[in-house]
């Protein structure tokens, strides 16, 4: 059956109500049905009304944590090694993997590669290294490990009454070339660690001491001109050290939507703030200011992300906890602008991070709406305690402690060079924002 408005309207109101009763109609419609995880090949007008009601559904933050937890051992020991799916990751190590090629979106220096150990030797993606592995191929969206004869290996067990296969532990990793545009290596790395001491939903990032590519180039992105197939060199695979590079791990949950189909805008959070719980109301509102806090200098559609963190027992194909978020936390500590990624976007820059404000002086308006009307103009003063309350956990030595962790002191100040008192500066840079929102003169 269909959803229609069943409600009365007196004559003499009709015009003044009609729109209001038809709108929470509609939206009561789109609160009743189920958020699906959508088999591949729906239609794109399938995708799209799935795609609202998942975001109608969806939460933005996670529960906050107690100010005893904030400055526990274990807290911070997360801070340094975040906890996710791939516990084979330690921060600050050496990683090894053979380059694979995925087209890559964006404009950063990143590239996929398959984990190996020092020799070469590829792991599965449950962190066993396989000796009868010598390849990998892609089928779909899946890597598989390939023994000799080019056959996928067998995996103890089936699926679906299905034989089941090896997969290979692909890894995501940023790089930098020296210049200003690639450095998100480390703005990744030390914003979602913040995101994450504030409880909101991030990837993990791992920053390496290096990464060891096997068949890579000195530069595998490279847009124009990017590496497809592994380097071979007199019958071996060439092998190039990343420094510093990055490795990005999923936050743990069922991805509903890819970057490319825009999983949520935010004149759609706009719309959804007005109608939504005051509880949605203030998530909405932490998650906008969130972007002007860690200076994220991107508000396009192809940074967020839909994903399902709980899955419905009777058909595990319907979604009963959503999350939206940002998926992309790269183009961050910087300076919003207003003309697009140009000199005017700075990011992992110090001093445009210190110099330039969250607010209008005076006001809780966004100093930059990103040159954009559907960006969120301003937050009520309910969204700002939020915000501080989860504040309490960004205390000046869990900063110094994300910002060692993510490396950031290396950046254009060459490795191991007068990093603590660079990675101090960024923390005070941060505690001074924190105090411009505790201050702000919010409704």
């Not at 380059?99 to 020092?118: H, I, L, M, P």
């Not at 990998?136 to 995996?155: P, R, V």
């Not at 706009?270 to 998650?287: D, G, M, R, Y």
Request: with cysteine; proline share 2%; glycine share 6%.
């Amino acid at each position: 059956m269909g959803c229609k408005y069943s409600g009365s309207i007196q004559k003499e109101d009709y015009m003044k109500n009609i729109t209001i009763a038809i709108l929470a109609s509609l939206y009561l419609c789109q609160a009743q049905a189920a958020c699906l995880d959508l088999e591949k090949g729906s239609s794109a007008d399938e995708l799209q009304k799935n795609r609202v009601q998942c975001l109608n559904q969806a939460h933005f933050l996670l529960p906050t944590i107690d100010s005893a937890t904030a400055i526990s051992e274990e807290f911070r020991k997360q801070l340094i090694q975040p906890q996710s799916k791939n516990s084979t990751l330690v921060n600050d190590s050496t990683v090894h993997c053979r380059f694979v090629y995925q087209k890559q979106n964006g404009d950063s220096a990143k590239f996929r590669c398959a984990k190996t150990n020092e020799t070469n030797q590829l792991y599965s993606s449950k962190g066993d290294l396989i000796e009868q592995a010598v390849g990998t191929i892609d089928e779909e969206d899946d890597t598989f490990l390939i023994d000799q004869n080019g056959q996928k290996i067998s995996e103890a067990g089936k699926k679906d009454g299905k034989e089941k296969f090896l997969k290979a532990d692909i890894l995501k990793v940023r790089y930098q070339d020296g210049g200003s545009r690639n450095v998100e290596n480390y703005t990744s790395a030390a914003v979602s660690r913040i995101l994450w001491a504030l409880q909101i939903p991030a990837h993990s990032n791992y920053m390496t001491e290096k990464v060891v590519c096997f068949g890579c180039n000195t530069d595998p992105f490279n847009k124009s001109n990017p590496l497809k197939s592994a380097v071979i060199q007199d019958g071996k695979y060439a092998v190039v050290n990343f420094a510093d590079a990055n490795i990005e791990v999923k936050f743990q949950a069922k991805r509903l939507y890819d970057p490319t189909q825009q999983p949520w805008k935010w004149t759609e959070l706009n719309a959804l703030h007005k109608k939504s719980s005051p509880e949605i109301k203030k998530e909405i509102e932490v998650l906008a200011l969130v972007g002007h806090f860690v200076g994220i200098t991107s508000t396009s559609d192809m940074q967020n992300a839909i994903v399902c963190t709980k899955s419905s027992e009777q058909n595990k194909k319907e979604c009963q906890h959503v999350i939206g978020m940002y998926h992309d936390l790269g183009a961050g500590l910087g300076k919003r602008g207003s003309k697009g990624f140009s000199a005017d976007y700075p990011r992992g820059d110090l001093s445009a991070y210190k110099n330039t404000t969250i607010f209008s002086e005076g006001t809780c308006n966004f100093l930059v709406g990103d040159g954009k009307k559907d960006y969120p103009l301003n937050i009520s003063s309910g969204g700002r305690d939020e915000f501080i309350a989860r504040a309490k956990s960004l205390t000046r030595d869990n900063l110094k402690i994300i910002f060692k962790a993510s490396h950031i002191g290396n950046l254009k100040n060459g490795k191991k060079k007068n990093t603590d008192e660079l990675e101090l500066q960024w923390a005070d840079a941060v505690l001074a924002k924190i105090e411009e929102v505790r201050n702000a003169p919010c409704n």
